[in-house]
């Protein structure tokens, strides 16, 4: 009930194209559900965050569909660059236990 | 505003030995996590400090604690080394986590245990 299942494992999109990554949990108590990018030799940085009683929230080109009856979220990124290569992380939190539960990561590729 | 910093970046010990990690989080922020990431088990919660107070702690053995100063800055220490604690630690900071859940990480520590 703490997993949050994450897909694909690996993404290559065109430059341009729209990236689209899965997540999808089970417990209902999550109230939080931030996304984070990861560069290599880097942590991992906070890019778009949203609660359960928002459908959709965009910031720039990101854009995290929210989904509370199929417990799915996902990550839209439009208009890809090679710069937006990276692994990127869909995570959960509840406000009870501090701990942020993350999915497996996707390794985003974007062809130039 | 300085981000999260950790201490040192790299760090190679032995089997059997210990290790102190160091974070300093980011001015004003009360709430310190710290997280494992490795290749085959992804990121996995180690344990959340605020105001000096552990409140959570993930599912590792005791071999793994940590603390935290007054100043906010954290520690975690790592007893008698296995091979399988080789990872990245990462550190990551908050407000609190009752106001924001924002968490923000500091570029990590790459420990290689041989």
């Known amino acids: 009930q703490q997993q949050v299942k994450q897909s694909p494992q690996s993404l290559i999109v065109q430059k341009g194209g729209i990236s689209i990554i899965n997540c999808a949990y089970e417990?209902?108590?999550?109230?939080?559900f931030p996304w984070y990018q990861q560069f290599p030799g880097k942590g991992p940085a906070l890019l778009i965050a949203i609660r359960p009683d928002v459908s959709e929230k965009k910031e720039g080109r990101f854009t995290i569909s929210f989904n509370k009856s199929a417990k799915q979220f996902s990550l839209h990124i439009m208009d890809s660059q090679p710069g937006d290569s990276a692994t990127y992380f869909c995570?959960?939190?509840?406000?009870?236990?501090?701990?942020?539960?993350w999915g497996a990561g996707t390794k985003l590729i974007i062809k130039p | 505003k300085a981000g999260v910093t950790q201490t040192p970046r790299y760090l190679i010990k032995t089997r059997g030995q210990q290790v102190t990690l160091s974070c300093s989080p980011i001015?004003?922020?009360?709430?310190v996590s710290w997280y494992q990431q490795t290749p085959g088990q992804g990121l996995q919660f180690l344990f959340e400090?605020?105001?000096?107070?552990?409140?959570n702690k993930g599912n590792f053995p005791g071999r793994f604690s940590g603390r935290q100063f007054s100043n906010s800055r954290s520690e975690m220490n790592v007893s008698t080394l296995e091979l399988g604690d080789s990872a990245l630690y990462l550190c990551?900071?908050?407000?609190?986590?009752?106001?924001?859940?924002?968490?923000?990480f500091g570029p990590g520590t790459r420990l290689t245990v041989t």
């Open positions: 990551a900071s908050s407000l609190s986590a009752g106001v924001t859940y924002e968490q923000y």
């Open positions: 995570a959960a939190i509840m406000d009870s236990n501090y701990q942020l539960i």
């Open positions: 417990n209902t108590a999550f109230d939080y």
């Open positions: 001015s004003g922020h009360r709430s």
């Open positions: 400090y605020f105001s000096e107070t552990q409140r």
